[in-house]
């Protein structure tokens, strides 16, 4: 016990971060052999894991790195489509689960590369006008997967704009995305188990950046550009280098989720979602982790909890997400809160030290 | 980073509720057979699945009224989204669902399906009409036609009436029904006596203005467009083509169907389009005038196809079900199997609103013929 | 004329101003003087209500005037000019200055602006100027009479020196005097101690906070801790 | 002629865009946050106007009063009972909200005229413009959308220069603070401006409307996304921007759709966009951003 509080403030949180997921995973896993889960929370698990991946890797955009992006859904789609065509080429040829993991690490490394592309000029802008240039970004990748045909037949694997059957697969060919039709026929290899593996990696890759020199000088790059310049960090290699890992990562959720399901369209991966993700972010707390995991949960399972109260679900939806808004930022209510804390505040060896001031 | 704090406590309160809320599912045993439905009933397409959700109300409750076999319905929203609709699905899987209406569009259906063959549900979509939808999955069934078969009906149309001899085509690049449909069309045209002279496109985020589509139609001297699509776009094809003064013969599909019927539309504009559907809610045969009557006094609407869709759906469940002898405290899977025998049976046909004699093969597809309508003066009238 | 009693500020968690209290008489001018940080411009924001004091009071004219809105404040009689000029860059010269009487009527605004003009005669050759193409003495000659457009019973002076040459600090010196001598009670926040103590009547010596000291200007001048600490020995 | 009748589609199109973006534009300039419930006001106006012509059966020009009227006052309320409450906030967290009441202003217009399409009667009922021996036709809808952003931009041109409100709305949008010290109240103004954007996107749903005549509850949403980037475009902040914004993007999508592919058209408008923004960082007509150390 003594050890732990020891410990830097940052570790220790870190470390209840992780047990949180582990505990959650475990209780889930638990209930679920047990049979005591419903079918409805049971489908949505994939879809938690891959929300709870997209929003703390968009919290490392929005969050860490400070720059506002509409267009996190489109490495999404990349993701997602990548890892359909890897899945449905490698069919028969290695274990399923190998499958699953060649997927999303080929979906990872398209999304990077496409963040990489849309990086090096977007990250020259500031604020809103780079939030537009990746909702542009996001608004292309629909469009163009909405117009691509990829297959796969007797002449190799094919690429067409045009239509299905300019693909030219032969009679035993595969159609693996069909323009605005989508990928259809995907096997379901998304597990769980695999959702919880990608999300403790990609919370050790995001808090250990974090924690890090490199992850100081991105904040250092969010607090205050020109100072962080001025001391000599490079802010467009720091910004670009949490771009991409954002990017990334959100291509190995696309993956994942695009695995789940045994069809998916381009349009799935529009403006809303990203805005979605985004509202999981800015609900959990610009920069907090653990608040991404928990709001990208509750908000992914809201929808369906409010089943009962039909037509009126989404306007309810509407409703508490206004006034989660409105209560969250209430001024009386954080002076409130914030002597309530103070009343119960229990010394801890790292506040005695005298705070922040020697590191 | 403070102030998140009692909020996600909060949240996790929410969140364990959520894992426990499907413990308390009892097993109490009803006699009705709980059908499930699933269909968008906000968002976008919200009007589609507004639609089947009520007329297949409308005849739940008919059938429950006549005093035999009896019916619980459960209709869920999927917003047009695979992943809602698949959450969709597995609440009814709680709530204890044995046949399943569903979904009404089809990127949906073909996750649903997928769903619905793995855990043995019995499944009639009212209109999902991708072939993907029911491919390889012996348990479920259309009750509409397939995008593709659509394409060929119109293709055979237009040849066998001459209707057109060049053609140009405008059509939903964003929609899987439309490309569907258009895709077939496309290839069926080949050795027909007519020419594809222009083909265009728009999607979802762009289907306002149509000055350009149609300006290349003019252009290419076309003297039927066919429009592979919804009615809501192309309601203002018309509009658009009227005030440019171009007026060449429109053909549509059973997407086409509520356009005479949309609120406020000047159907002056409509005249002459022809369509393929096979529903039309002035027809004047009883059980149409019956339930077009009933569905307005109702919801304060005409009724339009995918209502018709959704309304024969629950009694062709119906009639298979009087006809397997079904009850409601048989398992899901039970009577999917028994459906499954009585839908691709020979003798097994339906009467609907959308086709006489209806039977389905062992694919899952309808085979029902459709009807060539043309509007005149503000009303569908047979084409031969 | 202004009672400021027992304040405290804060911003998020840091307690910015401690319990200060002071008080400006009709027709005085009156100094705080302090370091960079010591809350000088944190007490003008209070009472001008952008911030508002976790306890305490501030008595204009009588009247209470915590949480009133800072626009009500200013009709009542109290005008700031903020530090750093804080003038509309976009905007013209004359447009600044209607800006200063926006609670003025239209008829009151002419005389006003001819006042402000015979006051400060560059501003009329620059009347139909960009403000942000004005030099830094032009700007803080804006800035005052912008602030003075309301035609303020107590006049609130933030930094007026800040980043002037030495020429033009005189200038803006005398024009504080002058202002004083036509009837104006001025509450004057300077780094520049001894040009401040040199016109001011009474001071206060503002640290981390807190009021550590307060005499009349000319003790203040004299006095060996403030000499150290504020007049360069 | 053919490209001349493109050119004019676009700028009708445009012209709408322009409207709506003027409205984006305006509430950002002074509240500094992006409005994304803006599209949904369009429909609601384009519901009122609907209502008054078709149900009570009101003269067009009546109608277009109402739904002004309407949108005001939701405007008025939605940021009173919404923003308000967040201007000391982070402008995500209101961005959040925005979308939020996007989301409720949808639902609610589901729940109340239904998710059935709308036919709407254009509002403008003159004949057509034809010229060249009827070689190139322009409707009057199309005449009276871009008279009205030429006049709505004018308008607000005016209002914004020499009006009292108007010259308050520019010193908040620049200096918030130094503005209360000059005895403006911020709350007021910023009021002020959600009433005008919101009356303004009344016009622009009547227009929208009348062009493309089908009314649904997510009519709103594609049109204000497609303002917000020609706000972008032009510039945040700035009118004239947003006019150009507008009215350049109407053309590109038409042009794009004519003379490349009907089927890229989006990514062709999105790339263009990029582009600009690469070579003008603050969009075409935006100012320099100025940046505090």
């Given at each position: 016990?003594?050890?732990?509080?020891?410990?830097?403030?940052?570790?220790?949180?870190?470390?209840?971060?992780?047990?949180?997921?582990?505990?959650?995973?475990?209780?889930?896993?638990?209930?679920?052999?047990?049979?005591?889960?419903?079918?409805?929370?049971?489908?949505?698990?994939?879809?938690?894991?891959?929300?709870?991946?997209?929003?703390?890797?968009?919290?490392?955009?929005?969050?860490?790195?400070?720059?506002?992006?509409?267009?996190?859904?489109?490495?999404?789609?990349?993701?997602?489509?990548?890892?359909?065509?890897?899945?449905?080429?490698?069919?028969?040829?290695?274990?399923?689960?190998?499958?699953?993991?060649?997927?999303?690490?080929?979906?990872?490394?398209?999304?990077?590369?496409?963040?990489?592309?849309?990086?090096?000029?977007?990250?020259?802008?500031?604020?809103?006008?780079?939030?537009?240039?990746?909702?542009?970004?996001?608004?292309?990748?629909?469009?163009?997967?909405?117009?691509?045909?990829?297959?796969?037949?007797?002449?190799?694997?094919?690429?067409?704009?045009?239509?299905?059957?300019?693909?030219?697969?032969?009679?035993?060919?595969?159609?693996?995305?069909?323009?605005?039709?989508?990928?259809?026929?995907?096997?379901?290899?998304?597990?769980?188990?695999?959702?919880?593996?990608?999300?403790?990696?990609?919370?050790?890759?995001?808090?250990?950046?974090?924690?890090?020199?490199?992850?100081?000088?991105?904040?250092?790059?969010?607090?205050?550009?020109?100072?962080?310049?001025?001391?000599?960090?490079?802010?467009?290699?720091?910004?670009?280098?949490?771009?991409?890992?954002?990017?990334?990562?959100?291509?190995?959720?696309?993956?994942?989720?695009?695995?789940?399901?045994?069809?998916?369209?381009?349009?799935?991966?529009?403006?809303?979602?990203?805005?979605?993700?985004?509202?999981?972010?800015?609900?959990?707390?610009?920069?907090?982790?653990?608040?991404?995991?928990?709001?990208?949960?509750?908000?992914?399972?809201?929808?369906?909890?409010?089943?009962?109260?039909?037509?009126?679900?989404?306007?309810?939806?509407?409703?508490?997400?206004?006034?989660?808004?409105?209560?969250?930022?209430?001024?009386?209510?954080?002076?409130?809160?914030?002597?309530?804390?103070?009343?119960?505040?229990?010394?801890?060896?790292?506040?005695?030290?005298?705070?922040?001031?020697?590191? | 980073?403070?102030?998140?704090?009692?909020?996600?406590?909060?949240?996790?309160?929410?969140?364990?509720?959520?894992?426990?809320?499907?413990?308390?599912?009892?097993?109490?045993?009803?006699?009705?057979?709980?059908?499930?439905?699933?269909?968008?009933?906000?968002?976008?397409?919200?009007?589609?699945?507004?639609?089947?959700?009520?007329?297949?109300?409308?005849?739940?409750?008919?059938?429950?009224?006549?005093?035999?076999?009896?019916?619980?319905?459960?209709?869920?929203?999927?917003?047009?989204?695979?992943?809602?609709?698949?959450?969709?699905?597995?609440?009814?899987?709680?709530?204890?669902?044995?046949?399943?209406?569903?979904?009404?569009?089809?990127?949906?259906?073909?996750?649903?399906?997928?769903?619905?063959?793995?855990?043995?549900?019995?499944?009639?979509?009212?209109?999902?009409?991708?072939?993907?939808?029911?491919?390889?999955?012996?348990?479920?069934?259309?009750?509409?036609?397939?995008?593709?078969?659509?394409?060929?009906?119109?293709?055979?149309?237009?040849?066998?009436?001459?209707?057109?001899?060049?053609?140009?085509?405008?059509?939903?690049?964003?929609?899987?029904?439309?490309?569907?449909?258009?895709?077939?069309?496309?290839?069926?045209?080949?050795?027909?006596?007519?020419?594809?002279?222009?083909?265009?496109?728009?999607?979802?985020?762009?289907?306002?203005?149509?000055?350009?589509?149609?300006?290349?139609?003019?252009?290419?001297?076309?003297?039927?467009?066919?429009?592979?699509?919804?009615?809501?776009?192309?309601?203002?094809?018309?509009?658009?083509?009227?005030?440019?003064?171009?007026?060449?013969?429109?053909?549509?599909?059973?997407?086409?169907?509520?356009?005479?019927?949309?609120?406020?539309?000047?159907?002056?504009?409509?005249?002459?389009?022809?369509?393929?559907?096979?529903?039309?809610?002035?027809?004047?045969?009883?059980?149409?005038?019956?339930?077009?009557?009933?569905?307005?006094?109702?919801?304060?609407?005409?009724?339009?196809?995918?209502?018709?869709?959704?309304?024969?759906?629950?009694?062709?469940?119906?009639?298979?079900?009087?006809?397997?002898?079904?009850?409601?405290?048989?398992?899901?899977?039970?009577?999917?199997?028994?459906?499954?025998?009585?839908?691709?049976?020979?003798?097994?046909?339906?009467?609907?609103?959308?086709?006489?004699?209806?039977?389905?093969?062992?694919?899952?597809?309808?085979?029902?013929?459709?009807?060539?309508?043309?509007?005149?003066?503000?009303?569908?009238?047979?084409?031969? | 004329?202004?009672?400021?009693?027992?304040?405290?500020?804060?911003?998020?968690?840091?307690?910015?101003?401690?319990?200060?209290?002071?008080?400006?008489?009709?027709?005085?001018?009156?100094?705080?003087?302090?370091?960079?940080?010591?809350?000088?411009?944190?007490?003008?924001?209070?009472?001008?209500?952008?911030?508002?004091?976790?306890?305490?009071?501030?008595?204009?004219?009588?009247?209470?005037?915590?949480?009133?809105?800072?626009?009500?404040?200013?009709?009542?009689?109290?005008?700031?000019?903020?530090?750093?000029?804080?003038?509309?860059?976009?905007?013209?010269?004359?447009?600044?200055?209607?800006?200063?009487?926006?609670?003025?009527?239209?008829?009151?605004?002419?005389?006003?602006?001819?006042?402000?003009?015979?006051?400060?005669?560059?501003?009329?050759?620059?009347?139909?100027?960009?403000?942000?193409?004005?030099?830094?003495?032009?700007?803080?000659?804006?800035?005052?009479?912008?602030?003075?457009?309301?035609?303020?019973?107590?006049?609130?002076?933030?930094?007026?020196?800040?980043?002037?040459?030495?020429?033009?600090?005189?200038?803006?010196?005398?024009?504080?005097?002058?202002?004083?001598?036509?009837?104006?009670?001025?509450l004057l926040v300077e780094q520049n101690a001894q040009m401040a103590l040199s016109v001011a009547h009474r001071g206060y010596v503002l640290e981390t906070g807190r009021i550590i000291l307060t005499a009349p200007a000319a003790d203040l001048l004299n006095n060996d801790k403030v000499r150290k600490a504020y007049l360069?020995? | 002629?053919?490209?001349?009748?493109?050119?004019?589609?676009?700028?009708?199109?445009?012209?709408?865009?322009?409207?709506?973006?003027?409205?984006?534009?305006?509430?950002?300039?002074?509240?500094?946050?992006?409005?994304?419930?803006?599209?949904?006001?369009?429909?609601?106006?384009?519901?009122?106007?609907?209502?008054?012509?078709?149900?009570?059966?009101?003269?067009?020009?009546?109608?277009?009063?109402?739904?002004?009227?309407?949108?005001?006052?939701?405007?008025?309320?939605?940021?009173?009972?919404?923003?308000?409450?967040?201007?000391?906030?982070?402008?995500?967290?209101?961005?959040?909200?925005?979308?939020?009441?996007?989301?409720?202003?949808?639902?609610?217009?589901?729940?109340?005229?239904?998710?059935?399409?709308?036919?709407?009667?254009?509002?403008?009922?003159?004949?057509?413009?034809?010229?060249?021996?009827?070689?190139?036709?322009?409707?009057?809808?199309?005449?009276?959308?871009?008279?009205?952003?030429?006049?709505?931009?004018?308008?607000?041109?005016?209002?914004?220069?020499?009006?009292?409100?108007?010259?308050?709305?520019?010193?908040?949008?620049?200096?918030?603070?130094?503005?209360?010290?000059?005895?403006?109240?911020?709350?007021?103004?910023?009021?002020?401006?959600?009433?005008?954007?919101?009356?303004?996107?009344?016009?622009?749903?009547?227009?929208?409307?009348?062009?493309?005549?089908?009314?649904?509850?997510?009519?709103?949403?594609?049109?204000?996304?497609?303002?917000?980037?020609?706000?972008?475009?032009?510039?945040?902040?700035?009118?004239?921007?947003?006019?150009?914004?507008?009215?350049?993007?109407?053309?590109?999508?038409?042009?794009?759709?004519?003379?490349?592919?009907?089927?890229?058209?989006?990514?062709?408008?999105?790339?263009?966009?990029?582009?600009?923004?690469?070579?003008?960082?603050?969009?075409?007509?935006?100012?320099?951003?100025?940046?505090?150390?």
């Amino acid at each position: 016990m003594k050890k732990i509080l020891k410990l830097k403030k940052d570790t220790r949180k870190n470390l209840i971060t992780y047990g949180m997921i582990i505990l959650a995973f475990l209780i889930v896993r638990f209930l679920s052999a047990s049979g005591n889960i419903s079918s409805a929370f049971r489908g949505q698990l994939v879809p938690i894991c891959v929300y709870i991946v997209m929003a703390v890797s968009l919290n490392l955009t929005v969050g860490i790195l400070g720059e506002l992006s509409l267009g996190h859904a489109g490495f999404m789609s990349l993701g997602a489509f990548t890892g359909v065509i890897a899945a449905i080429i490698l069919q028969g040829s290695v274990s399923n689960p190998l499958r699953l993991a060649i997927a999303m690490v080929l979906g990872a490394v398209i999304a990077g590369i496409a963040g990489l592309v849309v990086g090096v000029p977007a990250l020259r802008l500031r604020g809103d006008y780079l939030a537009i240039v990746t909702l542009a970004f996001g608004e292309i990748i629909k469009n163009i997967i909405n117009t691509l045909y990829v297959g796969i037949g007797e002449n190799g694997f094919r690429i067409s704009m045009v239509n299905a059957e300019s693909l030219n697969l032969g009679e035993r060919g595969t159609v693996i995305m069909n323009g605005p039709m989508g990928a259809v026929g995907i096997p379901k290899l998304a597990t769980f188990a695999s959702g919880f593996i990608l999300i403790m990696v990609t919370l050790f890759i995001v808090l250990n950046l974090q924690n890090s020199r490199s992850g100081r000088a991105i904040m250092a790059v969010r607090d205050n550009r020109i100072a962080a310049e001025s001391v000599g960090i490079s802010v467009t290699r720091y910004k670009l280098m949490a771009f991409i890992i954002s990017a990334t990562l959100a291509g190995a959720a696309g993956a994942l989720y695009a695995l789940n399901f045994s069809t998916v369209v381009a349009r799935k991966f529009d403006f809303n979602t990203s805005i979605l993700i985004l509202v999981f972010v800015v609900l959990g707390g610009m920069g907090n982790i653990r608040g991404s995991i928990i709001a990208a949960t509750v908000l992914t399972v809201l929808p369906e909890l409010l089943r009962a109260f039909n037509n009126y679900r989404m306007l309810l939806y509407a409703v508490i997400l206004i006034l989660v808004m409105l209560v969250s930022n209430n001024e009386q209510l954080k002076n409130m809160t914030k002597k309530f804390k103070g009343f119960f505040k229990i010394k801890r060896p790292s506040d005695l030290k005298g705070g922040t001031a020697r590191e | 980073m403070k102030k998140h704090r009692i909020f996600c406590i909060a949240l996790t309160l929410v969140m364990s509720l959520a894992v426990l809320a499907g413990c308390g599912t009892s097993t109490q045993q009803s006699t009705a057979i709980k059908i499930g439905g699933i269909g968008p009933l906000t968002g976008g397409a919200a009007t589609y699945g507004t639609s089947v959700a009520n007329a297949a109300k409308l005849a739940v409750e008919e059938i429950n009224a006549l005093g035999g076999l009896q019916f619980e319905l459960n209709f869920q929203d999927d917003e047009h989204d695979a992943e809602k609709s698949v959450n969709a699905y597995n609440t009814l899987k709680d709530w204890g669902m044995q046949v399943l209406c569903g979904t009404v569009t089809t990127t949906p259906g073909i996750a649903v399906s997928a769903e619905a063959y793995n855990d043995r549900i019995f499944t009639l979509t009212p209109s999902a009409s991708s072939p993907k939808v029911v491919e390889g999955k012996d348990n479920i069934f259309q009750l509409c036609f397939t995008d593709p078969n659509q394409g060929i009906a119109s293709a055979q149309y237009i040849a066998d009436a001459v209707l057109g001899t060049k053609i140009a085509v405008i059509y939903n690049n964003a929609d899987a029904y439309s490309t569907g449909i258009y895709e077939k069309f496309a290839s069926e045209a080949n050795d027909k006596n007519f020419a594809i002279v222009s083909v265009t496109t728009f999607t979802d985020d762009t289907a306002t203005d149509f000055s350009v589509q149609l300006s290349e139609a003019r252009n290419a001297d076309a003297d039927l467009v066919f429009l592979p699509i919804y009615y809501q776009p192309a309601s203002l094809i018309l509009t658009q083509a009227d005030a440019m003064g171009y007026t060449p013969k429109f053909f549509g599909v059973d997407g086409m169907d509520g356009i005479l019927t949309m609120e406020n539309f000047n159907t002056d504009l409509a005249e002459g389009v022809m369509l393929l559907t096979p529903f039309a809610p002035d027809a004047s045969d009883e059980k149409t005038v019956a339930f077009v009557q009933k569905y307005q006094e109702r919801f304060g609407e005409i009724p339009n196809q995918f209502a018709a869709d959704g309304y024969d759906v629950v009694y062709a469940i119906y009639e298979a079900s009087k006809k397997a002898g079904i009850k409601g405290d048989m398992s899901a899977a039970d009577i999917c199997e028994k459906l499954i025998k009585v839908f691709t049976s020979s003798d097994f046909s339906v009467d609907g609103l959308t086709g006489e004699n209806m039977t389905w093969s062992t694919s899952g597809e309808v085979s029902k013929a459709p009807k060539g309508m043309v509007i005149e003066n503000g009303v569908y009238v047979g084409m031969q | 004329m202004l009672k400021v009693d027992d304040i405290n500020v804060y911003y998020g968690s840091i307690h910015a101003i401690k319990g200060v209290s002071f008080e400006v008489e009709q027709g005085e001018i009156v100094t705080l003087i302090g370091a960079n940080g010591a809350g000088k411009s944190t007490i003008l924001k209070t009472v001008s209500g952008l911030l508002h004091p976790q306890t305490g009071s501030i008595h204009f004219a009588g009247q209470n005037i915590v949480n009133v809105p800072p626009h009500k404040i200013v009709s009542q009689g109290l005008a700031q000019c903020p530090e750093g000029r804080r003038i509309f860059l976009q905007m013209t010269v004359e447009e600044n200055l209607e800006m200063g009487a926006y609670i003025r009527l239209r008829h009151e605004i002419r005389g006003a602006i001819a006042d402000v003009y015979e006051r400060f005669p560059r501003l009329k050759e620059r009347r139909r100027q960009q403000a942000g193409t004005l030099s830094g003495g032009e700007q803080q000659m804006l800035a005052m009479g912008r602030a003075l457009m309301s035609k303020p019973t107590l006049l609130m002076l933030d930094e007026p020196s800040m980043g002037l040459a030495p020429i033009l600090v005189t200038q803006i010196f005398e024009i504080i005097k002058e202002l004083n001598q036509a009837g104006t009670t001025i509450l004057l926040v300077e780094q520049n101690a001894q040009m401040a103590l040199s016109v001011a009547h009474r001071g206060y010596v503002l640290e981390t906070g807190r009021i550590i000291l307060t005499a009349p200007a000319a003790d203040l001048l004299n006095n060996d801790k403030v000499r150290k600490a504020y007049l360069g020995g | 002629m053919g490209f001349l009748s493109y050119l004019i589609s676009g700028i009708s199109l445009g012209s709408i865009y322009a409207i709506i973006a003027l409205g984006y534009t305006m509430v950002y300039g002074i509240a500094k946050m992006l409005n994304f419930a803006h599209g949904d006001v369009i429909m609601v106006g384009a519901y009122m106007s609907f209502m008054a012509t078709a149900y009570i059966g009101w003269s067009p020009l009546a109608s277009v009063v109402l739904a002004m009227a309407v949108c005001t006052l939701l405007g008025i309320i939605i940021e009173r009972l919404a923003y308000k409450p967040l201007r000391n906030a982070t402008s995500l967290a209101v961005l959040i909200t925005a979308i939020g009441v996007s989301y409720f202003l949808q639902n609610i217009a589901l729940l109340i005229w239904s998710s059935n399409p709308k036919s709407f009667t254009s509002i403008i009922s003159l004949d057509s413009l034809r010229l060249f021996d009827g070689q190139l036709i322009i409707s009057s809808v199309t005449l009276v959308t871009i008279a009205a952003c030429i006049v709505i931009v004018y308008g607000l041109t005016m209002i914004v220069r020499y009006s009292k409100i108007g010259k308050a709305m520019r010193a908040v949008s620049e200096d918030k603070e130094a503005a209360q010290l000059m005895g403006i109240d911020v709350n007021q103004t910023i009021s002020v401006t959600f009433a005008i954007g919101s009356g303004l996107a009344a016009v622009a749903g009547v227009l929208l409307c009348s062009a493309y005549p089908l009314l649904m509850p997510t009519v709103g949403a594609m049109p204000g996304i497609k303002a917000f980037t020609a706000a972008v475009f032009g510039g945040i902040g700035s009118i004239p921007g947003a006019m150009l914004g507008g009215i350049l993007l109407g053309v590109i999508e038409i042009l794009g759709k004519a003379y490349i592919s009907t089927e890229l058209s989006d990514a062709i408008v999105f790339s263009v966009l990029i582009i600009v923004l690469l070579v003008r960082p603050t969009g075409l007509l935006g100012k320099k951003i100025s940046e505090k150390v």
